[in-house]
């Protein structure tokens, strides 16, 4: 949309012009379309819940059935959204906020006017999501629905300064342009890059140790200007709580939070679609809650801390039980096998994850607690220890809490960061 005609997206040769480098520092975000704040909210919420009837929309939304026709009718004429002829295509009540059905409406709807459903029009505009990750990076087209145009392309490297990164950020980039265009979508509109790190203003990354960075570097601007598409920088944890806000499981939840276990410890908690921890997130603040009094110490000098859940903590733990070096691997190949010393740990370790649960659970009242991170498959190997985890420190009479582990795929972080590029094109 803001693309300078001077710069190439397809090789991502870096232009030596001073105007076109103005141009991108200076370029604000695009969006989609310039309306009032309403009509931004009717949009985002056809993409979470469509395809969607205009009777549980303006019930959703609060809006008449009035107010509402106007919105959708400027949405569908500037070409946001599209009509489907038939509301069977509506998507289960599952995905609904609580208290909505499609079907009550579907069929109040069908004593007046013919059934019809909006959705999104995703194929009309496409983005792409890069989530860097230790030494490597992936990046992924997407639609306007999130949904992938290609393969993802990923990208080992060495150090490199923020410079040098934009520089082989680039040719990735250059290759996700070249899916869009493949799937015969526009070329992308906003690129969204996500790193665990803290970030200011989606743009400046000033704390991102796996890095090694000295001092604040303006990643968005750098890549903006080598790819010649406005950038945005996000937390990889908060991207991917946002993801699930809009397109994953906590689409109609109203208050959800995410752990994830692997590397580090992180914690987030949304509520009505927003992720509420803000830039607390990147600071890993569920990292030393206490979960075992008689859990390991920590580097901090805590005993039994959550930073016990960390791939580290674990090959330490694992290593001294066996008497020899072993690796977090070394633990996961024995647990899978069932040797008793790796069982052990994986049943502490889940329990102590289940305290964890129960401890976010009863201060924050999530109606859902979602685990995440790339050790996330821990859990699923000792649900029963984890779930007990959970009971000793819940209240009996307390409402159970629903767990879900989510499928932690490398794409999905890609595409988490293209999900709050979209976010952002949509709401402004
Ligand atoms: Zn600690």
Redesign the pocket.
């Known amino acids: 949309m803001t693309t300078s005609s001077d710069l190439d997206p397809l090789n991502g040769i870096p232009v030596d012009s001073s105007s076109s480098k103005q141009k991108a520092e200076s370029a604000p975000i695009p969006q989609w379309f310039d309306a009032s704040p309403y009509t931004h909210q009717v949009a985002a919420d056809i993409v979470r819940y469509g395809p969607i009837a205009r009777t549980t929309l303006a019930q959703i939304l609060k809006l008449s059935q009035g107010a509402l026709s106007r919105i959708t009718g400027d949405l569908l004429h500037l070409g946001v959204i599209e009509e489907l002829p038939d509301a069977r295509l509506a998507q289960d009540a599952g995905r609904l906020p609580f208290g909505f059905s499609q079907k009550q409406s579907e069929s109040s709807e069908k004593r007046g006017r013919p059934l019809t459903a909006l959705r999104i029009n995703k194929d009309e505009r496409s983005f792409i999501g890069i989530n860097v990750r230790g030494n490597s990076a992936l990046a992924v087209a997407v639609n306007a629905l999130c949904e992938p145009l290609g393969e993802p392309h990923t990208l080992a490297f060495t150090y490199q300064s923020p410079e040098e990164l934009a520089v082989s950020l680039a040719k990735v980039v250059a290759e996700c342009v070249k899916d869009a265009k493949r799937a015969a979508l526009p070329e992308p509109s906003l690129l969204g890059l996500s790193l665990g790190g803290h970030i200011v203003d989606n743009a400046t990354v000033t704390a991102a140790p796996f890095l090694h960075w000295n001092g604040n570097a303006n990643l968005a601007e750098l890549l903006t200007q080598r790819c010649g598409i406005p950038t945005l920088v996000f937390n990889d944890l908060e991207s991917a709580l946002r993801h699930e806000c809009w397109f994953g499981v906590g689409v109609g939840v109203s208050r959800f939070a995410l752990i994830t276990i692997g590397a580090g410890i992180g914690y987030s908690i949304a509520q009505d679609g927003e992720p509420l921890s803000g830039s607390e997130t990147s600071y890993g603040t569920a ?2 809650i206490i979960v075992d009094p008689e859990g390991p110490r ?5 005993i039994g ?3 016990s859940l960390t791939n580290d903590s674990i090959a330490e733990q694992y290593s001294e039980m066996m008497s020899k070096t072993c690796s977090f691997e070394d633990f996961v190949t024995d647990a899978r096998k069932g040797l008793r010393q790796a069982t052990q740990l994986l049943n502490r370790t889940c329990f102590r994850l289940g305290v964890l649960i129960a401890t976010i659970a009863n201060a924050a009242m999530p109606q859902k607690v979602l685990i995440g991170g790339e050790s996330s498959f821990l859990a699923e190997m000792s649900m029963e220890s984890l779930r007990k985890g959970v009971e000793t420190y819940r209240h009996s009479q307390a409402a159970p809490v629903p767990i879900e582990i989510l499928d932690d795929t490398w794409i999905n972080w890609g595409r988490s960061a293209a999900s709050s590029a979209i976010e952002r094109y949509i709401l402004g």
Not at 298 to 302: D, N, P
């Open positions: 990292t030393h920590c580097y901090q000098g805590h801390c959550a930073d």
